[in-house]
């Protein structure tokens, strides 16, 4: 059974999570291999599930105005896909949401990403318009979940 806590930004198993995703986004959507994330506000909070000692899954929120956080960098280890470790990333991510005032948690992934539509569909998030920077990238859908 997985564990789900907050970390530091700088926490070296986060970073090397982090560094994962990248490796993995720059196959996937064919990017540049330098390409690096853009920087998350300050204030974002990051969290890291665990398997023992072993970081399998992290992703950050971040405000983005007031009352609506952002759903960042989900990313889960190939070997832990299909199991409890994303939900329990999501639903720790509307906690940490909702401890900072949020009342609407959003988030944005791709189209050719099923199995991460079907997460946050299956978690209570609905479409919505795409927000900027995402509003004309056709390859972005957008969801959003009222933070009860």
């Known amino acids: 059974?997985?564990?789900?806590?907050?970390?530091?930004?700088?926490?070296?198993?986060l970073l090397a999570l982090m560094t994962a995703m990248t490796a993995e986004?720059?196959?996937v959507h064919d990017l540049p291999?330098?390409?690096?994330?853009?920087?998350?506000?300050?204030?974002?909070?990051y969290l890291l599930a665990h398997d023992g000692?072993?970081?399998?899954?992290?992703?950050?929120?971040?405000?983005?105005?007031?009352?609506?956080s952002e759903l960042k960098r989900l990313?889960?280890?190939?070997?832990?896909?299909?199991?409890?470790?994303?939900g329990a990333l999501?639903?720790?991510s509307e906690r940490l949401a909702r401890g900072?005032?949020?009342?609407?948690?959003?988030l944005e992934t791709a189209r050719h990403q099923p199995a991460a539509i079907r997460l946050y569909e299956r978690a209570g998030y609905?479409?919505?318009?795409?927000?900027?920077?995402?509003?004309?990238d056709p390859e972005s859908i957008c969801y959003e979940k009222a933070l009860g």
């Open 1 to 13: 059974m997985a564990t789900v806590a907050e970390c530091p930004a700088d926490d070296g198993l």
């Open 126 to 136: 609905r479409r919505v318009p795409n927000f900027p920077p995402h509003e004309s």
């Open 25 to 27: 986004l720059i196959v």
């Open 53 to 68: 000692p072993r970081a399998i899954g992290c992703c950050a929120v971040e405000p983005v105005e007031p009352g609506v």
């Open 90 to 92: 999501v639903a720790e």
């Open 33 to 45: 291999p330098d390409v690096r994330p853009h920087p998350l506000d300050p204030a974002s909070r």
């Open 100 to 106: 900072q005032g949020a009342r609407r948690l959003r």
């Open 75 to 86: 990313f889960v280890a190939p070997d832990a896909r299909g199991t409890d470790v994303p």
